[in-house]
């Protein structure tokens, strides 16, 4: 399924690169959804392939494999300096978890070690909350910040795609709420409780997401965080 975008979405990123984090996961659909809007995409697997990039997207995959990976590659000390020096960085569903500074329920290894974030958002999240695999659901969504994207009938919402994806369970002064979950469109309702989650988020240059826009058609999610970076909105 296919949403609206605005009429300059096609080269809204010209003049841009940004950078995929490309150790694992969706990358691949992350680069074409910048491409598509008019900016250079490029992987990033080493710390030198960080420079001279204007924004960063932390793909959804395994953010256990992701943060070792980052380590193996020396890339995790490199990401949290860009991060704190200001480097526009938007993360999906498993980035949401590499974004945040406090995990719920971490992952631990073979040691016990509980697993590592990159940082950089003062929210906390937790772990497939919605579920395993087979609870993955689509809503709609109302999204805060979308309105270059309006028409005569307003701006049309964010069809959303939560694969094992987290949610926020605190955001810290500063972070603001983009977008929630109400329990009965979620894919498992009687485990909500009654009580809307929050699943995307926005700090300055810092932007999370708990669904995979890429994998929809959904492209304003990626021309929102263009504009972060052109420092538009």
């Not at 003049?15 to 694992?24: F, N």
């Not at 204007?54 to 995959?61: A, E, N, S, Y």
């Not at 993955?136 to 307003?154: P, R, V």
Request: charged share 25%.
């Amino acid at each position: 399924m296919t949403t609206p975008t605005s009429a300059l979405e096609s080269r809204a990123g010209a003049g841009l690169r940004i950078g995929v984090l490309a150790l694992q996961g969706d990358f691949r659909e992350h680069l074409h959804a910048v491409e598509a809007a008019g900016a250079t995409g490029t992987a990033v697997r080493r710390p030198s392939e960080l420079d001279g990039l204007d924004g960063l997207i932390i793909p959804g995959g395994e953010s256990t494999t992701i943060d070792k990976l980052s380590r193996i590659f020396g890339l995790r000390e490199p990401l949290r300096d860009r991060i704190r020096a200001g480097l526009p960085v938007y993360g999906s569903c498993a980035g949401m978890i590499l974004l945040a500074e406090e995990i719920t329920d971490p992952a631990t290894d073979l040691s016990g070690a509980p697993q590592q974030t990159f940082g950089g958002l003062d929210i906390t999240v937790r772990r497939n909350a919605f579920g395993r695999q087979r609870e993955s659901f689509e809503t709609d969504l109302d999204f805060k910040g979308l309105e270059f994207s309006a028409d005569e009938n307003g701006v049309a919402p964010v069809h959303a795609v939560f694969i094992r994806g987290p949610w926020v369970e605190r955001v810290g002064e500063g972070v603001e709420v983009l977008a929630q979950v109400e329990p009965s469109e979620a894919g498992h309702p009687e485990s909500l409780q009654g009580t809307a989650r929050i699943v995307a988020v926005r700090s300055g240059k810092l932007l999370a997401t708990s669904f995979h826009p890429e994998v929809t058609g959904e492209k304003r999610v990626h021309e929102l965080f263009i504009r972060m970076i052109r420092g538009e909105v």
